[in-house]
């Protein structure tokens, strides 16, 4: 089988700490760290993010143009909401250690994590997975635009879409002073993710996070 990757090479690389990798930091216990072909040059159409969340911190609503996405859950719980492109749906999901979402390419979706020190991995089948976020779509489009296309008044969308001035990533943002209240419109079957059959937390060590 033809490969493009020189396996026999000298600087191939076969090990990565992904910990020297930081892809996102809010804070201590809300981060990314990545590894892609970038950081380990032999991967061939695989790529993972490693992610901790604390309960109620969510990845903001995105979608990724050239990968599929598999989230695995280490620790904690993790709410997975994708929109169906099919159906016009949100289907959502809870995933508990040892479980698994599958987010096809392409698919608008976001995570929130339901316990404390969340711990999960997104992988993706392609060596540098591309994303979109939904922070920056709602602060690059011009305001005028989205108001002619919608019928909006423009300065109350100007004035919606001020606080968000970077890409999100891990939201809501820690200067965020908003009384939150209630997730359960956002995951409203977060409970019983598999229809009106509770699925059991299964047992597990709580993961002890590496930056407390």
Known sequence: MDSPIDYTSPSAQFTFDVNKNPFFTKDNFNFMNIIGIE?????????L??????????????????????????????????????????????????????????????????????????????????????SDILRLTPSNIMAHTYCMDENQWRKAIKPITASTYIGPPKNCHRNHGSNAQAFPNYIYPYGNQGYPMQPYTPYNHPRC
């Not at 950081?39 to 790529?47: A, I, M």
Request: include cysteine.
């Open 39 to 47: 950081q380990l040059n032999t991967l061939d159409n695989l790529s």
């Open 49 to 134: 993010i490693d992610i901790f969340l604390s309960r109620s911190n969510n990845i903001e609503p995105h979608y990724h143009p050239n990968a599929s996405e598999l989230v695995y859950c280490i620790s904690g719980a993790m709410a997975v909401s994708i929109l169906n492109p099919f159906t016009k749906q949100y289907q959502h999901y809870t995933i508990t250690p040892g479980q698994v979402a599958n987010i096809p390419q392409g698919w608008w979706h976001y995570q929130m994590a339901t316990e404390d020190r969340t711990h999960a991995l997104a992988i993706f089948n392609a060596s540098t997975p591309e994303v979109i976020l939904g």
